[in-house]
C-alpha cells in the first residue's frame, strides 16, 4: 500500500494549483475530484472533450493519478452514458479506481444493487474498479447495508472513510471491521466521535491498526489523504496534511 492524497484537500484551487501543492508537500500520488459541483474536473468536461481531460491529468507534474473521486448529475441512460466516458478516461490514464458515492437514505435497496451492478458492468469492460464512499447521511452509512451490497454485486468494493463510521460511536468501536476484504481504497484524516475533522493526533483514528488490518487482506492501493481546509485560522492546513503523510509513510515501510 501506499500514500496518496485527493485533491479535495484544496476544494477552493484550480486542479493546477492543487496539485502543485501536493506536489509541494512531496505527495507521489494523487486522486482527482471529478465532480459536476465543487471539483476539480467535470463529468461533463469529459464527456464533450476527452482528449482534453486526458492530458490534463497527464500534466500532474510527475504526481501518479491513482484514482478519481465521481459525482455524476442526471439520471438514467444520461448518468449511465457520462460513466461510461468516466471509465473510458480511467483506461486511457491507468486509472485502476472509480469511487461512487452511494444513494440517500431512503433510496430503494434492490434499485440501489441494480444501479451498481450496472456500474460495475461497465467499469469492468475498461478494466476499472468501482468502488461506493462511506458517507454519512448515505445508505453506505450502514456498514451492514454496505457488506449485503457488496456480496449482491459481484467486483464491487469500498472505499473505506473510516471517520464517517465513527461519528456518533463509542471511541474504542470499530464497526467496519467486517469490511476490509472489500476495501479498493481509503481515506484519511484524524476525527472524533463529535467531529469530523480534528487535528492530527487529537482524534481516536488508529491508523496503525487499520493498516495491519489492511495488510492481512492483502491491501495493496491507496491510504488517501483527505483533509479539508479548517475555518479555525490556526490550524496550519499545509502543515495537517504533511503531518499525516509522514504518519502513514511510517507505518506503511
Not at 473521486?69 to 491507468?94: H, N, R, V
Not at 459481484?154 to 463509542?170: F, I, K, N, R, T
Not at 482524534?203 to 483527505?226: H, Q, S
Request: proline share 5%; with cysteine.
Amino acid at each position: 500500500m501506499y500514500v496518496a492524497a485527493t485533491t479535495q484537500c484544496y476544494p477552493n484551487l484550480p486542479l493546477a494549483d492543487a496539485i502543485e501543492k501536493l506536489a509541494h508537500l512531496e505527495f507521489s500520488h494523487i486522486e482527482v475530484g471529478v465532480h459536476e459541483s465543487g471539483g476539480h474536473m467535470k463529468p461533463s468536461d469529459i464527456v464533450s472533450d476527452l482528449r482534453n481531460c486526458y492530458d490534463i491529468l497527464h500534466s500532474t507534474q510527475r504526481l501518479t493519478v491513482v484514482g478519481l473521486s465521481l459525482d455524476i448529475e442526471g439520471e438514467g441512460d444520461k448518468y449511465f452514458d457520462t460513466f461510461t466516458k468516466c471509465c473510458e478516461l480511467a483506461k486511457l490514464s491507468k486509472i485502476v479506481t472509480l469511487t461512487v458515492p452511494s444513494s440517500e437514505h431512503g433510496t430503494p435497496f434492490n434499485e440501489e444493487v441494480e444501479r451498481y451492478k450496472v456500474l460495475v458492468k461497465i467499469a469492468q469492460k475498461h478494466g476499472v474498479n468501482v468502488a461506493m464512499r462511506s458517507t454519512q447521511g448515505r445508505i453506505s452509512a450502514d456498514p451492514d447495508t454496505v457488506s449485503v451490497i457488496c456480496r449482491h454485486v459481484e467486483g464491487l468494493g469500498l472505499s473505506l472513510d473510516p471517520s464517517h463510521y465513527h461519528l456518533g460511536q463509542p471511541p474504542e468501536t470499530m464497526i467496519y471491521e467486517n469490511l476490509i476484504d472489500y476495501v479498493h481504497n481509503v481515506y484519511l484524516r484524524d476525527s472524533t466521535p463529535e467531529e469530523l475533522q480534528v487535528r492530527v493526533g487529537q482524534g481516536i483514528i488508529e491508523y496503525g491498526k487499520l493498516i495491519n488490518l489492511l495488510r492481512k487482506a492483502n491491501f495493496k492501493k491507496a491510504l488517501c489523504v483527505d483533509i479539508g481546509p479548517s475555518d479555525d485560522p490556526e490550524i496550519d492546513h499545509d502543515g495537517e496534511l504533511r503531518k499525516l503523510r509522514l504518519l502513514l509513510e511510517s507505518l506503511v515501510v
